[in-house]
C-alpha cells in the first residue's frame, strides 16, 4: 500500500505525514466523496488537530471513548460507519482502535463512553475502544477518526474484524469526513508515581 496521502485528504488533515495514505478513508474514499452534502464529524472534547485528554488514552483508570457528534448525511445514505485508526503506528498498517457500524443514517452523536450499535474488532482482537498507548519515546500520534456515509445497509455481526468491515464498505461510501485527536504520552508520568510511591502521596 503507498504511502503517499490522496491531495484531497492531505488538504483536509492537520499535520499531513507519511502513513496518512495509508488510513481506511485514503483507500476507500475520494475527493467527491470527503464532506460531501456538507458532512462533518466533530467533538465536544478536543478540536480537530488537538490533543485527546488523557482520560481517552490508556494513562488514566477507567478512560473511555470520546464524544462525538456529526451532521445529517447525504440522502439516500443506507447507514453510518466509523473507524479509528492509529496513522503513526510503526507497523505496516494503521493501528485499528474503533470499529464501528450500524449507526443510524441521520445526525446524531455518541455520547462520552456510550456504546456503539455495533462494535467490531480492533487491533488487540477485543471489540471496544482501543485506548490509544504510544511509545512514550514517539512524538505525538495522530489518531484519525473516520466516518463513512453508505449506500447500504451492512449485514456484518458484532465482532467483525476491520478487514471486514472495510470489504463491505468497498464501492458504497457515499460521503467521508474525517476528524484527527493527537496524543503523546509523558515521559514525566513514570517519575511522578516513583516519587508519589516515596512520598506515600
Not at 485508526?85 to 485499528?96: C, K, L, N, R
Not at 504510544?134 to 505525538?140: F, G, N, S
Request: with cysteine; aromatic share 6%.
Amino acid at each position: 500500500m503507498s504511502d503517499k496521502t490522496p491531495d484531497w485528504l492531505a488538504a483536509a488533515l492537520k499535520n499531513n505525514r507519511a502513513g496518512h495514505g495509508k488510513l481506511t478513508v485514503a483507500r476507500i474514499a475520494n475527493a467527491q466523496a470527503l464532506g460531501k452534502n456538507g458532512l462533518t464529524l466533530t467533538s465536544p472534547a478536543f478540536r480537530d488537530g488537538e490533543e485527546l485528554d488523557p482520560c481517552f488514552t490508556a494513562d488514566e483508570e477507567d478512560a473511555v471513548a470520546p464524544p462525538l457528534e456529526w451532521t445529517a448525511p447525504p440522502p439516500g445514505t443506507q447507514e453510518l460507519a466509523l473507524l479509528v485508526e492509529d496513522a503513526d503506528s510503526a507497523s505496516g498498517e494503521p493501528v485499528a482502535h474503533w470499529v464501528v457500524w450500524g449507526i443510524a443514517p441521520q445526525k446524531g452523536l455518541l455520547l462520552e463512553g456510550e456504546a456503539p450499535p455495533r462494535v467490531g474488532k480492533n487491533s488487540h482482537k477485543n471489540s471496544e475502544w482501543l485506548l490509544p498507548e504510544p511509545p512514550r519515546e514517539d512524538d505525538a500520534h495522530d489518531f484519525v477518526f473516520q466516518l463513512f456515509a453508505l449506500d447500504l445497509p451492512l449485514t456484518l455481526m458484532p465482532g467483525a474484524s476491520r478487514a471486514q468491515l472495510v470489504k463491505e464498505m468497498e464501492g458504497h461510501v457515499m460521503a467521508a469526513a474525517v476528524l484527527t485527536g493527537t496524543y503523546k504520552r509523558s515521559e514525566d508520568d513514570e517519575e511522578i508515581w516513583e516519587d508519589e510511591a516515596e512520598t506515600g502521596d
